[in-house]
T-cell receptor, first 120, second 114 residues
């Protein structure tokens, strides 16, 4: 089964320190990759996405992620975090499915989430 | 603001009661989705509608039904609520089910079944 694994359920970090949130997925076939952020009592917002091209993707709020096909990973990074970055972060993958008409990409599969807590 | 609107935001049900969660989007998206969010389990797909007139089961459809009323609206019904259905429910929409599209999420419905 296709799956998405976020390797850390919680990541505490001090303000202005760098952070990396890790995400691995199960399939080596073509995928589309996404990171979402969820602030307390809110819905999910798109941070960034990888569709094709450069493996380093830049998103909003200073976040970036690197696609590594051989490692089937899509880790999220920020060089200097702020208190306001405290939130839960979700990695999501759109896996390839094959239909009669050829390749297609269906629904998103989400990881379990990583709670990032930034301390002053 | 354009987006996905969910109602109600909060609900408490007694075991065995029924209710319908409403979702509407105004972005002319073709595809709509219902997820539930539980601590440590991420988001799990309940049902989805790839296009108006079609619905399909996701990972955890048992105990739920859906209706794609029109292109804008996609409702989720609990016929006989159980405590295991206590969760936060999110509706999402996408331009299309296939292709390089992300989702736009609503703000969620917090449901407690006692």
């Amino acid at each position: 089964a296709q799956s998405v694994t976020q390797l850390d359920s919680q990541v505490p970090v001090f303000e202005e320190a760098p952070v990396e949130l890790r995400c691995n997925y199960s399939s080596s076939v073509s995928v589309y990759l996404f990171w979402y952020v969820q602030y307390p009592n809110q819905g999910l917002q798109l941070l960034l996405k990888y569709l094709s091209g450069s493996t380093l993707v830049k998103g909003i709020n200073g976040f970036e992620a690197e696609f590594n096909k051989s490692q089937t990973s899509f880790h999220l990074r920020k060089p200097s975090v702020h208190i306001s970055d405290t939130a839960e972060y979700f990695c999501a993958v759109r896996f390839t499915t094959l239909n009669a008409g050829g390749t297609s990409y269906g629904k998103l599969t989400f990881g379990q989430g990583t709670i990032l807590t930034v301390h002053p | 603001n354009a987006g996905v609107t969910q109602t109600p935001k909060f609900q408490v049900l007694k075991t065995g009661q029924s209710m319908t969660l409403q979702c509407a989007q105004d972005m002319n998206h073709n595809s709509m989705y219902w997820y539930r969010q539980d601590p440590g389990m991420g988001l799990r797909l309940i049902y989805y509608s790839a296009s108006e007139g079609t619905t399909d089961k996701g990972e955890v459809p048992n105990g739920y039904n859906v209706s794609r009323l029109n292109k804008r609206e996609f409702s989720l019904r609990l016929e006989s609520a159980a405590p295991s259905q206590t969760s936060v429910y999110f509706c999402a929409s996408s331009e299309a089910h296939v292709g390089a599209y992300g989702y736009t999420f609503g703000s969620g419905t917090r449901l407690t079944v006692v």
